[in-house]
């Protein structure tokens, strides 16, 4: 049932009509593809856009949660009752020197493509993270011993009540998988990253050496959120579930990957029960072997189907 369904009709009041899509399928915006309907789906097409949606959703309490292409996202079967706020329309890049300033919907992987362009380097470990500069800061993506905080300089966010702030790289209280973004629930709009002059073959080099690295030790093939749980102190997640003999286990459409024991997969038309309830497997099983617990980096929004 669509609870806010009417609410739709003052989003059309900032919105233009294509930018308002009322029970849309979120299987169709995450990565794991999987997830019930959001009761209304809002792509906005600048700042002002967004500011002003989440200000209308505080006023009327209706809830909201802000999505970026969905790479470290599950969506429950039952989907979301609200507004799912999808920024990837704010996607531009601009570079001026050795910063490179960018809106919060571009794609990782294209602005490590802008970084090689420029002979910029520093960037190069997030050439291969499947997300958006939004959601990677919001969580301090990184890989390959390298994370955001390395790079950046700051961010223009959005508060709760819909101010614009910029915040610092001390502001942004960045760590592992965890920033201020998150703590206080702003929404990251622009980021500005400040990298170094490089050599642009050493930069490529380092970028086709992490690509065929994440391609060999990936499962790139099947649909997931990427790593599932965070890294607990002093363990490797993936070793830990791999000598739990778990490595290619199954529960419903959902599998443990047998390519990398720290990749949940859809690998056969899971819904999102599955998934949750392999995650919840994985949980109590290491818990019980080695007295670990995991906790999940994907995030987990909506509600069951009743």
Do not use: W
Not at 217 to 225: G, N, T
Not at 260 to 275: L, Q, S, Y
Request: charged share 25%; hydrophobic share 35%.
């Amino acid at each position: 049932m669509n609870r806010y369904k009417n609410f739709s009709s003052e989003l059309y009041n900032i919105l233009s009509s294509e930018d308002v899509v009322i029970d849309e399928p979120m299987k169709n915006h995450t990565s794991f593809k999987v997830g019930g309907p959001a009761d209304i789906l809002v792509t906005p097409e600048n700042y002002d856009e967004v500011v002003k949606i989440i200000k209308l959703c505080n006023d009327k309490n209706v809830p909201y949660y802000i999505v970026g292409k969905g790479s470290n996202l599950l969506v429950k079967d039952g989907g979301f009752r609200g507004v799912v706020i999808k920024l990837t329309k704010l996607d531009n890049i601009k570079v001026d020197n050795n910063k490179i300033i960018v809106q919060c919907g571009a794609e990782l992987c294209k602005v490590s493509d802008a970084a090689l362009k420029n002979s910029l380097t520093g960037f190069e470990f997030a050439c291969g993270i499947p997300g958006t500069v939004g959601g990677a800061v919001t969580m301090n993506a990184g890989a390959y011993n390298g994370e955001i905080s390395q790079v950046i300089q700051s961010a223009l966010v959005a508060d709760k009540e819909g101010n614009l702030i910029t915040l610092n790289k001390e502001q942004l209280e960045l760590g592992y998988r965890m920033s201020a973004v998150q703590k206080y629930g702003y929404t990251v709009l622009e980021v500005t990253f400040e990298l170094s002059k490089g050599d642009y073959s050493k930069i490529k080099e380092r970028i086709d050496d992490l690509t065929r690295r994440r391609e060999e030790k990936q499962p790139l093939e099947y649909p997931s959120a990427g790593s599932t749980f965070k890294r607990p102190e002093g363990h490797f997640t993936g070793k830990l579930i791999e000598d739990c003999a778990l490595k290619g286990y199954k529960l419903g459409g959902a599998q443990i990957s047998d390519k990398h024991a720290g990749f949940v997969i859809n690998k056969e038309n899971a819904t999102a029960k599955d998934i949750l309830n392999l995650i919840e497997y994985i949980q109590a099983t290491v818990k019980e072997r080695f007295n670990v617990d995991l906790h999940p980096e994907v995030r987990i929004i909506g509600e069951e189907t009743k």
